[in-house]
């Protein structure tokens, strides 16, 4: 896999079913034959090498994109002779496909816990909306009004209010820090911002004090590679999560050189599965529109 491939970000889908089986067997027979698809795409080893690896393509599209892409004439000319049911079909197929690559069992040494920062102006820098794209972050959160989420590790609140706004004033937002200074910027934020219904946690190295299955999102932003303990916290996450919740790790890219951070506070792919997978959870989704960061998204096991 190369470089940029590797730099995959944060998608956090609204929550649909899965297809039928009939459906989705349907669409790889018109994947595998009609459509001439695997002629350029590949899926894993097999297939072409003129267009992109589609093996966890599920993971990375939204099934309304993956319906635009395929009757892009402009990308799939032969999308015209397929029929609406085909259409579905093929993207039910695409849906399905979200399996990545196998992580290598080679030890990997271990990882260094960088420390609680508190560089304002790092956080604060002007270039941070570009580097960020916070708008369309929040937009593919698709979080419902009424929601609860929990921003692990607030900062200076750049994205506490604006998950805020996002819940609406039904919703609630927990914000979450092992610094008091931090918190106090957190809240200057939000009531710059307007926003009530935010409450405010000092949390330890191994807990972020949240109430057990109380939250849908816990959001946690350049946050998890200075976790103390992270197998503790991860835990404490789980327990906090309600049925169905989601958990959305944002870190600066390892394997990107432009990235605004020095290499202790990035994190490889590689790294971000091979630490939280084993902790009882599975990847759910993952976006490729922000220019150097890591977004997973992660559900429980």
Known sequence: ??????????????QV??????????????????????????LGEEGGRTARDLAWIGLLRTPEKLHASVTNPS??????AFTPAEVESLVAFLRMRRTLWTLSKEPVPERDI????????????PDRDKEERPEELMSALHLKPGATVADIGSGTGYFTWRLAQQVGPQGKVYAVDVQQSMLDLTEAAVAEHKAKNVEYILATERSPRLPEASVDLVFIAYAYHEFGDPEAMMSAVR???????RV????????SKIAP??????????????EIEPMGFEIDQLLDFLPVQHGVIFTIK
Request: glycine fraction near 6%.
């Open 75 to 80: 990308r799939h000319p032969a999308a015209a």
């Open 261 to 274: 951070a020095s290499p202790l506070h990035k994190m490889s792919f590689e790294e971000i599965r091979r």
């Open 114 to 125: 960088a420390p609680a920062t508190e560089n304002v102006p790092f956080f604060n820098r």
């Open 1 to 14: 896999m190369t470089a940029a491939g590797a730099i995959l970000t944060l998608a956090l889908f609204a």
């Open 248 to 255: 959305l790790v944002l870190e600066y890219a390892k394997e």
């Open 17 to 42: 079913p899965p297809p039928a089986t009939s459906a989705v067997e349907a669409g790889r027979a018109i994947f595998e034959g009609k459509g001439q698809c695997l002629s350029c795409h590949r």
């Open 239 to 245: 327990r906090a999560l309600k049925p169905g919740g």
